[in-house]
């Protein structure tokens, strides 16, 4: 009763192989960064966080140094990879693109990665940490939060003096 049915098991591993792909294929040319939308894909992810943790019995004290350091861990992954990011601003446009650097990819690669294989063991382990596993999967929550929350805002900081240093250039 432990194992899934073979056809779960198949979609558990190819969801997300997937989406690393979407991610991929995304992130190889430039993007059209709208400031005034910056604030829509935080939105999301702290509204769809808040949720789970409406859902969710309240953290205990480790659980909660734990979500703090995960916020902690995104928000530093996150401004990282937009410092790894390629922003440019065409002079006569004034149109603002992005581009994620190799780099970035490969830390999102890499969050992916070592998620795939923290969630295994820390869930296993979960009781023996004195944390449930839901507070170990909010914490995962949560550093998508920070991540997606400071790679925008970095990327608005730049945004933003690059259109300033065009405008001064054009006037």
Known sequence: MDRLPQGAALWTNLVPLLLIAI??????RPRTLRIERMWISPAIVLSLTAWVFSHSPPPSLLGL?????????GALLGWW????????????????TTRVS???????????????VLRG?????????????IEITDSFLLMAVGLVSAQRIEWLIRARRLLAEARAAKA
């Open 121 to 133: 063991l820390l869930t296993g382990e979960a009781s023996g940490l004195h944390v449930s596993a």
């Open 102 to 116: 190799p780099w970035g990819m490969m830390l999102i690669l890499g969050i992916f990665a070592v998620r795939y």
């Open 23 to 28: 991610v991929i294929v995304r992130n190889l």
């Open 81 to 96: 990879r937009a410092r790894a990011s390629r922003v440019t601003i065409d002079p006569k446009t004034h149109v603002i």
């Open 65 to 73: 140094a734990v979500d703090v350091l995960a916020l902690g861990v």
